[in-house]
């Protein structure tokens, strides 16, 4: 029986080892190129053009957006880790995804890749000491693993910024041949993506549904709370209506295979159920995207009908 019960759970730690230490990396990775393919120098730059529209959503993505995931950990009933988890996911940039999402809803690609990029590079710098605060808010005695800031600040930044500069590199002296690889890119790291999530809900099939219980209506709120912010500051501050498009998306749909990295990739925290959130929320994000870009593309027409 012990026999028995010791080789099931070297199944599984070989399985979660790989998983975490080859799938995922290759999967952020080549997130992180296909967002590089179809980046330039001057979406970087392009702040000194929307001033306005990106300090307004990097203010609602990088200062609002954690204090609403500490305010939903505070006010859901969840264990320490979930809690920590949800934490994770608001501290994370937004990502491709929210650039695809942002290209079908007719909002402002531009501010939306503006700011993807930015936030990403920020966010390096910010999601250790959001991670830690989180850490200590809620697991206490228990968080015996903390992000050490310099170290994690590099891991992040290799694991991001390295393969964004190979795909601008790619743009900008290959430009044909980064054209046509970049929605290959962009299909296959949805695909890895998915791999990944499948392997994590595999992984706990026994207890999908209870994931889905525990946090499907906390990582759901997370994803319309945050978007209806995002609308809301854009209005406030009277921006049009695509940049308000590209605002709500960027604001509420973040990368989730960074947040599953950060949580469960062995050099960094290594703590597979803190990735559970990010899990659930991967997929509900493509519901709620896609419900969104449909919603404002109907708004657009609307407009476009009223205004001729």
Not at 22 to 27: G, I, K
Not at 53 to 61: D, H, M, R
């Amino acid at each position: 029986m012990g026999i028995t019960l010791l080789a099931a759970k070297s199944g599984e730690i070989m399985e979660s080892s790989f998983l975490t230490a080859v799938f995922l990396p290759l999967a952020l990775f080549t997130v992180m190129l296909g967002m590089g393919l179809g980046l330039r120098i001057a979406d970087f730059t392009r702040v000194l053009v929307y001033p306005k529209a990106v300090i307004v959503g990097l203010l609602a993505q990088l200062v609002m957006l954690p204090i609403l995931g500490f305010g939903l950990a505070s006010v859901f009933p969840l264990s320490p880790e979930l809690a920590v988890g949800v934490i994770i996911l608001a501290a994370c940039p937004g990502g491709p995804t929210s650039n695809l999402v942002t290209y079908l809803a007719r909002g402002n690609v531009a501010l939306s890749i503006t700011l993807t990029a930015i936030s990403s590079l920020i966010t390096v710098f910010t999601i250790p000491l959001v991670v830690n605060l989180a850490m200590g808010t809620f697991m206490g005695e228990a968080a015996t693993l903390r992000l050490p800031l310099i170290a994690t600040v590099a891991q992040i930044a290799v694991i991001t910024i390295i393969p964004v500069a190979i795909g601008m590199a790619l743009h900008h002296y290959l430009p044909r041949f980064a054209a046509q690889v970049e929605r290959g890119v962009k299909w296959l790291s949805l695909a890895l993506l998915g791999l990944i999530i499948a392997g994590l809900l595999i992984q706990q099939r026994d207890n999908v549904v209870g994931f889905f219980a525990r946090v499907g209506l906390v990582t759901l709120t997370l994803n319309l709370v945050a978007m209806a912010l995002g609308y809301g500051v854009a209005l406030v501050a009277q921006l049009d209506r695509p940049s308000a498009t590209a605002i709500t998306v960027e604001v509420g749909i973040q990368n989730g295979t960074l947040a599953i990295a950060i949580a469960s990739a062995p050099t960094l925290l290594n703590q597979p159920e803190l990735a559970i959130p990010a899990a659930i929320y991967s997929l509900l994000m493509f519901a709620t995207g896609g419900a969104f870009a449909a919603w404002a593309t109907r708004q657009g027409r609307r407009e476009k009908t009223l205004a001729g």
